[in-house]
């Protein structure tokens, strides 16, 4: 079995869909067909059963599912030890970055480590935090960049600290924030709650109809006048309007933390300690723990 196979597997058994799945590793429809039989062919058992809801997992598929993940993750290990035995550092990087993370620091970043370990192949997977908290959970990720806060037990480097911003248009400057719309967007437990906290202290209803999780759409629409927000600092650096830093009834500074977690049996490869470091010199202008 194959890294493409592996990776077909593991693709195919969270879309159910032929379709998303060869788009996903840029293959052809009939490529991937063809390929899934000759596994089946291999193992004596059939895989995936179609359906009108897509493909779905055979009995036998879910039972070798684990078998394969641990397949790739020791083909990764192997490759790994095999390229910190050269000179110079190389190995696989497999890294999860929060969405907003990678949209406003995840280039400057990648640019300067690519420069230094040319020969370090990075895996990069964009999601939401809650997702990549949950895949840390499971395994199916070893380090991860994520925003907020998050129980986690096992190793976390606290990169820094941001100030959490309410926003709304120049025009808008002086409204009453109980007539104005809230724009809303999802985000995880701890910022929720902190949230919450702030608004009930301040006498402020969350009444909204907007619910939107791209925030530079919600920022157009403040500017344009269709609302106010409460975003963290890190989304505001091309915001065109008015920015006022967030406190609680106490004084306490409304803060959004962004953390690297992994787990420490990952943490022993040289290329991780490397983008580690490489993280933490990025953002050595702001406060750096590591527990």
Known sequence: MTDKDI?????????????????????????????????EEELGCPLFIRSKKGVLLTPFAETILPYVR?????????????????????????????????????????????????????????????????????GETNLAIIRGD???TEGDVILFEEDVCLVRSKEQKDGDLNMLPFIDRTSDVSYEAELGRWMKEHRIRRHSGLLINDVDTILQMVERNMGWTVIPEICLSEFNGIVEKLTFEDGTPFKRRTHLLYR?????????????????????NRSVKLL
Not at 14 to 29: G, M
Not at 76 to 90: P, T, V
């Open 150 to 152: 998050y129980p986690w």
């Open 70 to 138: 641990d397949i790739g993750h020791n083909l990764d290990q192997i490759r790994n030890i095999a390229a910190c035995s050269e000179d110079e550092l190389g190995g696989t990087l497999k890294v999860g970055v929060a969405v907003n993370h990678a949209r406003y620091k995840l280039t400057n970043l990648l640019e300067a480590f690519i420069a230094k370990y040319p020969k370090v192949d990075i895996q990069v997977n964009v999601k939401r935090s809650p997702d990549l908290y949950q895949e840390l959970m499971s």
């Open 264 to 284: 420490p049996d990952y943490f022993q490869l040289p290329q991780v300690q490397a983008f580690v470091e490489a993280v933490k010199e990025f953002n050595c």
């Open 7 to 39: 990776e077909l597997l593991e693709d195919l058994s969270k879309t159910h869909n032929i379709t998303k799945t060869a788009q996903r590793l840029y293959t052809t429809q009939s490529a991937l067909t063809k390929r899934l039989q000759n596994i």
